[in-house]
């Protein structure tokens, strides 16, 4: 699976703040890991519905199939048309 790296900022309390930045950072990491994964299952709960509505936005992996022919992407036209490869 690829990933992505998404950034955000978040307006707190300014004790939790510094509390935040007292722990360790194995704390800190655990908790970023932890808002991983409460986001993935957050955006999870409504994945489905996006998809059913707009279905251009549906994971091209459903659908995606191994030709095993390295160089489609390049010479698409070749493989469906006939058109020359190009180099």
Same mark, same amino acid.
């Given at each position: 699976m690829q990933t =992505?790296?998404?950034? #955000?900022e978040i307006e707190i309390d300014e004790r939790w703040a510094k509390l935040?930045?007292?722990? =360790? =950072?194995d704390r800190q990491n655990r908790l970023i890991e932890e808002m991983k994964i !409460?986001? /993935?299952q957050y955006l999870q709960s409504f994945a489905d519905d996006i998809y059913k509505d @707009?279905? !251009?936005l549906e994971p091209v992996e459903d659908y995606a199939v191994d030709t095993g022919i /390295? @160089? #489609?992407s390049l010479n698409h036209d070749h493989y469906l048309y006939g058109v020359a490869k190009k180099s």
């Amino acid at each position: 699976m690829q990933t =992505s790296t998404i950034k #955000f900022e978040i307006e707190i309390d300014e004790r939790w703040a510094k509390l935040y930045q007292r722990v =360790s =950072s194995d704390r800190q990491n655990r908790l970023i890991e932890e808002m991983k994964i !409460w986001l /993935e299952q957050y955006l999870q709960s409504f994945a489905d519905d996006i998809y059913k509505d @707009d279905p !251009w936005l549906e994971p091209v992996e459903d659908y995606a199939v191994d030709t095993g022919i /390295e @160089d #489609f992407s390049l010479n698409h036209d070749h493989y469906l048309y006939g058109v020359a490869k190009k180099s």
